[in-house]
């Protein structure tokens, strides 16, 4: 069965350090895959997705950046964060016309 | 441009009762709607899901209703126990719309009092 890993669950950066959010997915090949960001009282907002490695497609322009450096491994990056990148970081895989979620990531910028 | 709009930040119903919440879209594109279900420091998993083709699809406790000329849907709860308080995300597709996931709303955050 598949499997989608995320991590850290919560992290607490001070403004301007860097942000690396890994994320990985077991038991299929070649996903789509997904990060998307939760916002104090903001529904899901899709920030990058990718079809294939190295393909990255992003919805929204801001401070973070994506990369695909393998078929099953997606990370969401920044070179200094900002106050207004706090937020709930959800990683998924689509599959069967759904989208499955990782556990997410509380990351809280100071 | 929001497409997905669900419009009752919070809804608070009785332990037993029926909950109602309600997802109103606007891109006539969407022929695919789905229901997820998130707790606090969780991601959203999923509930149930319609096809645009019927206008309604029934899971258990769980029913989705679709009326595609309102553009729009509804998830029923019945009846509603406490492990039902969570936030319900309504979210949209459109067949053969690309890679690009899903469009969800800003969610309700259903309270079920005892």
């Known amino acids: 069965s598949q499997t989608i890993h995320q991590w850290p669950a919560t992290l607490v950066q001070p403004v301007g350090s860097p942000l690396s959010l890994e994320c990985t997915v077991e038991g299929t090949s070649n996903p789509n895959l997904y990060w998307y960001r939760q916002a104090a009282g903001r529904g899901l907002q899709l920030l990058f997705y990718?079809?294939?490695?190295?393909?990255i497609s992003s919805e929204v322009p801001q401070n973070l950046s994506a990369s695909r450096p393998q078929d099953r491994q997606f990370i969401l990056s920044s070179k200094k964060l900002l106050l207004s990148d706090s937020g709930f970081y959800l990683c998924?895989?689509?599959?069967?016309?759904?989208?499955?979620f990782g556990s997410g990531t509380q990351l809280s910028v100071l | 441009d929001q497409q997905v709009k669900q419009n009752s930040p919070s809804l608070s119903v009785q332990e037993g009762r029926i909950s109602i919440l309600n997802c109103d879209y606007t891109?006539?594109?969407?022929?695919?709607f789905l229901w997820y279900k998130k707790y606090p420091a969780e991601g959203p998993t999923f509930l149930i899901s319609?096809?645009?083709?019927?206008d309604k699809n029934e899971d258990g406790r769980f029913t989705v209703f679709l009326n595609k000329s309102a553009k729009h849907l509804s998830l029923h709860i019945v009846p509603s126990q406490p492990g039902d308080s969570a936030v319900y995300f309504c979210?949209?597709?459109?067949?053969?719309?690309?890679?690009?996931?899903?469009?969800f709303g800003k969610g309700t955050h259903l309270i079920i009092q005892p």
């Open positions: 998924a895989w689509s599959g069967l016309e759904k989208l499955f």
């Open positions: 990718s079809v294939g490695i190295g393909q």
């Open positions: 891109n006539s594109m969407f022929d695919y």
């Open positions: 979210a949209a597709s459109a067949t053969g719309g690309g890679a690009d996931g899903l469009t």
């Open positions: 319609i096809s645009s083709i019927k």
